[in-house]
């Protein structure tokens, strides 16, 4: 099996079809028409991939509880990759989850030696500022630092009894010269994804954390994480002899004050071992069942100090391109566009950007381009244009040769000033609102 390493932007995934048979991605199309409103992301391909997404679907569609979290690793300028992540939050808090941020000070410090008082200052002045002014409700929701919660630490330092140093090194391809804070900074992330099924955000409740797809590795040990740390396993199983399916419940960790309260609480018709408990003869439907017997056996691990937890869901956006042609880099201003740069220069560079465009206006003409492979096609798909008819007007004119890069490119840079200027005004609206909280101040000092 192939490693995505998290750490390095992986060199432009291009073929993501075998993300889905190598890694067991689910595509996320299948469930487009579940979904009342979808994000553009969603419509457009653009989130290519999920797990376990259904469940948090499910909660959505019936009004239950359900979070929605990511993090942003504060090293440098908050860019339209970043972006999407914001996006993502807030499309999934306006849905009705619980929504968190966190800003990845503790990765960013070990990983990419960045100060702390930098870690604060690029925290608050590239990536909240540009959350809120994106639409983050900041009365509903919950941004955060990762040094400065002791909640997050102290789950940290739980699941890391749960996590080895080979099993670290065989994911992230660690050798022996990795520092102890980056492994550190590992569990912190897993913590980070755990974090909103707390009691004190309510308990468990299926989670989402919107990503590229370069950070699946974490979401899959995070997962493994989280059914380490039950204290029951509750499976679905089918008896061959009575054709019957059947509902297991096996100890994995529960004490046995845990397993007789579990016994006693169970109202159904169950068979009892020792270390397990086998649900049978069910008479009404199976998922209810299903529902109700998970519900019943996480309220038991909570009063007996366990967690309970979902498995986290994620969704998977891929990458743009960088504007250059290949991938983006911060050590290359040309190839992305930040947020907070100032807007004449968000255009020049759209001006400038990689198209799909043939060599001579005639050849764009009787050969058509290739959209594809443009940038601009991406940033307006991506970013700038909300309508989806007008997207494939785009796309139909450029492959019929009825555009010309040039108005194409226009246009576009056009949009880009527009959309970074209004960005703008609205961080700066932000920035009032975080000191009329006392947040600013507050979160620079920290
Ligand atoms: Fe890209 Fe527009 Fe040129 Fe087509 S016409 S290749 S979409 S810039």
Known sequence: MRAIDPWNVPKVIRDYGRLFEDFGISPFNDLLDRIDKPHRYMRRGIIMGHRGYEEVLNAMQTRNRFAVMSGFMPSGRVHLGGKMVMDEIIWHQRMGGDAFACIADMESHSVRDIPWSKCREIGVNEYILSLIALGFDIEHGHIYFQSANKR??????????????????????????????????????????????LLEYDGPKPVVIPVGVDQ??????????????????????????????????????????????????????????????????????????????????????????????FMPAATYHRFMQGLTGGKMSSSIPESYIAL???????????????????????????????PEECTVYELLMFHLIEEDKHIREIFEECKAGKRT??????EAAELMSSFIRTHQEERARAKEVLKEHGLYKQWLDA
């Open 216 to 309: 699946d590795p974490h979401i899959r040990l995070t997962r493994d994480i989280a059914a380490r740390m039950r204290m029951f396993r509750v499976e679905e199983r089918y008896n061959e002899k009575e054709q019957k399916p059947y509902i297991s419940i096996r100890v994995k960790q529960a004490s046995e004050e845990a397993f007789d309260a579990l016994v006693r609480r169970l109202e159904y018709p169950k068979k009892v071992y020792e270390m397990h408990i086998d649900v049978v003869d069910i008479d009404v439907p199976f998922e209810t069942a299903m529902h109700d017997i998970e519900n019943i056996v996480r309220g038991v691990e909570l009063e007996y100090g366990g967690y309970g937890f």
């Open 405 to 410: 890069c040039k108005s194409c490119k226009s």
């Open 152 to 197: 997050l630490l102290d789950l940290a330092f739980e699941l890391g009894t749960v996590v080895n140093f080979s099993e670290l090194s065989a994911i992230y391809g660690f050798s022996g010269d990795v520092s102890i804070s980056h492994m550190i900074s590992v569990v912190v992330q897993n913590a980070d994804i755990l974090q909103p099924q």
């Open 340 to 370: 907070t740069e100032p807007p004449e220069v968000a255009a020049t560079k759209v001006k400038r950007a990689k198209t799909g465009g043939r060599v001579t206006v005639e050849e764009q003409k009787r050969l058509g381009g290739i």
